[in-house]
Structure formats: structure tokens, C-alpha cells
């Protein structure tokens, strides 16, 4: 696969500071297809100083024309997402089509809605005697994570530089390459030197030191909670603005009203996709007692569609595989009961797991509580509405959920008293413009739209 050997610091691909690499693998066959330079501290200050002296100039250029910077960059993503398609099935193992459609398709909308938001958006508004200007932060550190390698960046860069800020992305040491091609794309682009810079490396060296730098205004996290409580900390501790996107153990709610064989067939694709390594699926299935049984039959038959190697990828590494067949021993451990896939390899090589579904889960087991981040289904029972709002409640998460009912309006009443972020109605589909993010622990922040720009921006009153 293609690589640049460098980091893209100043609208230029330089050499890194140092001698380390990362080796890239292909989840799916195991094999090493690329090695990109490991940065360090010297690199990431390096790309900060970069940011920092583009900031001024950017934050001044004027929001039309920033919008038409960012729909330069929508267009190049568009016309190169075949080839994105391809880099983020090398080295993520996502299937072509999902990879085409989801993994490459949605950064084009998300890139294409901050190029209308950052014409549209009011910088400036009345109140009363004042003239409250929403101006941008400065200088964004943002942290991502591989599970949707591009979207996560362009969920973060996008609004930032409609704000007017200038970013400092360090990319899942996973999926670096993904990463190259969006530097790539913003060069394509037009964009000015400095405003966009790369640094490839792992996670507690060169993120770690992004998230130090005192050059750095805000730092945006996607990944694990206990990262996101490191980057907490150390924001904390420099008075920086934090946003972090965490993890989830989202809800599937399906009232006595619901069309069962529906909700069943859309939860079970929920989780799947991706091969579960999604922060928002819908991991929980609660249904009613006495349909219980019947839930569960469908759910083995929906997932027997779910074969490894076809409609479902492998982990991301060999980390991962190992540490989701460890929940599921632990769900056989803890008492639920195998309904399909278990933790033995469904391949030979790869780093794929069975897709599994559990019966007989209690709301306090493991797999009911713990983020698993890979494709297994949790099947709950509830007596009544009430008990099935704790259920829902009872994590430590809050980012997403799902509910099912005989009508919209009973469904959404259900929604209002979730502790969640986003709650899908009878299977609303995904609104890239609607903001996403997190109650208690699935983090602090939004992303998406209108409120993950307001994100970029800090407020100055001037009074008349
Ligand atoms: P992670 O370690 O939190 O990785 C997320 C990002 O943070 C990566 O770029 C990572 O770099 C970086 N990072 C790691 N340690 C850091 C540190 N000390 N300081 C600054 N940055 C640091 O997540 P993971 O290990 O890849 O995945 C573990 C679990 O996290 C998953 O099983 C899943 O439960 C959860 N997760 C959640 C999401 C989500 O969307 N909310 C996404 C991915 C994973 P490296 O790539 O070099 O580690
Ligand atoms: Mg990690």
C-alpha cells in the first residue's frame, strides 16, 4: 500500500524526527502491507508551531471562504473515495461495501454539511446591547480513534476549520494510512499551510505530547474511557477545553407494542456492522417476558446471516480479538446462555471473532455492563416499561439507544427519559446533521452539525 514516510507539517510532507515506525497490518490476512514513521514530541511540536502561526490568518479569512476551502475538500474526498474505500478495507478489514458506503461515503456528507454550516453559521449575534461574536478557539489537538478511521477525523477537522481554528490530528496508530489520504485530499484542497498538519505515532508518546502542548487550545478525544480520563486530566490541568467521545453500551429497547420481527432484524444489524466496533450500537436487547423466547429465535436466525469473511470483517487487531473472546468466555463464565457464534475462531487467519449472540444476560453480568466493542448481542428481559427504564439507565454509558413501539409517539415518550444522547425512533436512520455525544461516561461534548462546531468557538461580548 501506498505511505508517505514523513509527517504533513506545513502544507509539506517532512521527514520525522526520529527513527521509529509503525507497521500497519491487514486484519484480515495478517499480513504487513505498509510502515509509516512513529512522531514524537519533536514532531508534535513541530506541526503545533505550524498550527499556531496559520491560526491568526485563517481565523481571519472570511467564513465564505472557508466554506468554499471546505467544499474543495468535499469534492476531493468524493472523487477519491474508491481509493479511500480500498485503504480503509487494507488496513481496518472493513467488507468493500460497507467500506464504500459508510467509511468513505459519510465523511463526503459530514465535510459537505461544514461547508454550508461554516457559510450559514451566525459568528456574530444581538443581545440586547451587545454584540456577542463567536470566534474561533485557536489551536485544536485532535486524537482519534480506527474503528471508522476517516469519519472520526472528519468529524473533528471539518467543523474545526469551519470555526476558523487550525487542527494537530494524531490518528489511531491503526489506521495511519486512512489518515495520509485525508492530509492528501486537504493539500488537494487548496487549504492554506499549517491550518491542517499530521502527525502519525503511537498513542502515549505522541498523543499524549499533543495533548501537553501548551500551544494547544483544545483537545478532541475519540477512544477508550480510560484514555479519555488521562486526556481529561491533563486538559484539566492546563485549562484547555476538552471534548471526548467515549464509549457506550447503548439500549435496544423493544416495548410490547413493537413490531418484534423489525426490531430484531434492524438491532442485530446494528451491532454487526462494522464486525461491533461501533461506540453507538446497540449492544443491549431488551424485550418484553413473555416474548422473550421469540426474540431470541429471531435473533439467532437474523444473525446466521453474519458470515466472517463475507458480510462481516475481523477485529482491527490482534489485541481486540483477544480481549472480545475474553468477554465472551466471561458471558459463558457468568451464566448467559450461547444462542450463536461463542469464542472459538470462525477462520483460520484473520483476526475475526464468531458472531455471537447471548441469551439470559442479567442486567449486572459482565457483557451487560463493559463496553465489548466487538460483534456480540446481549438479549434482556424486562417485566414492565418501568423496569425496562432502569435496565436502559442502569451503565455507566449514555451515547446512544434505540426504542420500538406500536407508534412513534409512545416510543419517543419512552426516548425523553433515557439518560442517552441519541435515541433512534422505530429505526429513525442516522441525521449527520443531529448532535452526537454522550451523557455520563460516554463523554463530555457533541459532534455533528451546528452544536459540533459551536464546539470550535469561545464567545467574546462587546457592549454598546
Ligand atoms: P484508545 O487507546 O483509547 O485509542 C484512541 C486514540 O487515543 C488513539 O489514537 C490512541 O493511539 C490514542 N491514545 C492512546 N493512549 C493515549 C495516551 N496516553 N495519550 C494520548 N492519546 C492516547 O483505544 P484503543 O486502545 O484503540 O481501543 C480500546 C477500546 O476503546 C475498545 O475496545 C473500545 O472499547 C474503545 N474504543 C471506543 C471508540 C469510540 O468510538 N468511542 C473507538 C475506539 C475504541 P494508539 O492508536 O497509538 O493507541
Ligand atoms: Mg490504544
Given at each position: 500500500m501506498k505511505a508517505h514516510d514523513g509527517m504533513y507539517i506545513d502544507g509539506d510532507w517532512r521527514p520525522a524526527a526520529g527513527t521509529g515506525t509503525i507497521e500497519v497490518v491487514?486484519?484480515?490476512?495478517?499480513?504487513?502491507i505498509a510502515h509509516v514513521p512513529a512522531g514524537g514530541a519533536e514532531d508534535v511540536d513541530a506541526a503545533v508551531r505550524a498550527a499556531r502561526a496559520a491560526f491568526p490568518g485563517w481565523a481571519a479569512t472570511p467564513p465564505a471562504e472557508r466554506a468554499a476551502r471546505l467544499a474543495a475538500l468535499r469534492g476531493v474526498l468524493a472523487a477519491r473515495q474508491g481509493e479511500i474505500a480500498e485503504t480503509v478495507t487494507a488496513e481496518l478489514g472493513a467488507p468493500p461495501q460497507l467500506a464504500q458506503a459508510v467509511h468513505a461515503g459519510l465523511p463526503v456528507v459530514v465535510a459537505g454539511s461544514y461547508a454550508e454550516l461554516a457559510a450559514s453559521y451566525a459568528f456574530e449575534e444581538k443581545v440586547g446591547n451587545s454584540t456577542v461574536l463567536h470566534e474561533p478557539l485557536g489551536v485544536v489537538g485532535a486524537i482519534t480513534p480506527w474503528n471508522y478511521p476517516l469519519h472520526q477525523v472528519v468529524a473533528k477537522v471539518a467543523p474545526a476549520l469551519a470555526a476558523g481554528c487550525t487542527v494537530v490530528l494524531k490518528p489511531a496508530e491503526d489506521t495511519p494510512l486512512t489518515a495520509q489520504l485525508f492530509a492528501e485530499a486537504v493539500h488537494e484542497a487548496g487549504l492554506p499551510a499549517g491550518v491542517f498538519n499530521l502527525v502519525t505515532g503511537f498513542g502515549p508518546v505522541a498523543g499524549q505530547a499533543l495533548a501537553e502542548?501548551?500551544?494547544?487550545?483544545l483537545v478532541s478525544f475519540t477512544g477508550s474511557t480510560a484514555v479519555g480520563r488521562k486526556i481529561g486530566a491533563i486538559a484539566g490541568a492546563g485549562v484547555k477545553r476538552v471534548a471526548l467521545e467515549l464509549g457506550g453500551k447503548s439500549a435496544n429497547v423493544i416495548l410490547p407494542s413493537a413490531d418484534l420481527a423489525k426490531a430484531v432484524a434492524v438491532g442485530v444489524a446494528n451491532v454487526m456492522a462494522n464486525s461491533g466496533q461501533?461506540?453507538?450500537?446497540?449492544t443491549r436487547m431488551l424485550v418484553p417476558a413473555d416474548r422473550y423466547e421469540e426474540a431470541v429465535g429471531l435473533a439467532a436466525t437474523a444473525v446466521a446471516k453474519y458470515v466472517p469473511g463475507e458480510r462481516v470483517g475481523p477485529l482491527v487487531n490482534a489485541r481486540q480479538l483477544e480481549r472480545v473472546r475474553g468477554y465472551i468466555r466471561t458471558g459463558l463464565d457468568e451464566g448467559a446462555r450461547l444462542v450463536a457464534g461463542g469464542?472459538?475462531?470462525?477462520?483460520?487467519?484473520?483476526?475475526y471473532v464468531a458472531p455471537t449472540v447471548f441469551a439470559?444476560?442479567?442486567?449486572?453480568?459482565t457483557i451487560a455492563q463493559?463496553?465489548?466493542?466487538?460483534?456480540v448481542l446481549s438479549i434482556l428481559k424486562y417485566e414492565d416499561e418501568d423496569e425496562a427504564l432502569r435496565i436502559a439507565n442502569g451503565t455507566v454509558y449514555g451515547l446512544a439507544g434505540a426504542v420500538w413501539a406500536g407508534d412513534e409517539a409512545e416510543a419517543a415518550a419512552f426516548a425523553r427519559r433515557m439518560d442517552t444522547g441519541q435515541v433512534d425512533i422505530n429505526g429513525g436512520r442516522f441525521n449527520p446533521l443531529a448532535p452526537f455525544g454522550g451523557y455520563k461516561q460516554s463523554g463530555v461534548g457533541r459532534e455533528l452539525g451546528a452544536h459540533g462546531l459551536a464546539e470550535y468557538l469561545q464567545t467574546k461580548s462587546l457592549q454598546f
Open positions: 491487514n486484519p484480515a490476512d495478517e499480513q504487513v502542548h501548551e500551544g494547544v487550545d461501533t461506540c453507538s450500537a446497540w469464542p472459538d475462531a470462525p477462520l483460520e487467519t484473520g483476526y439470559d444476560v442479567t442486567p449486572g453480568m463493559e463496553e465489548i466493542f466487538g460483534p
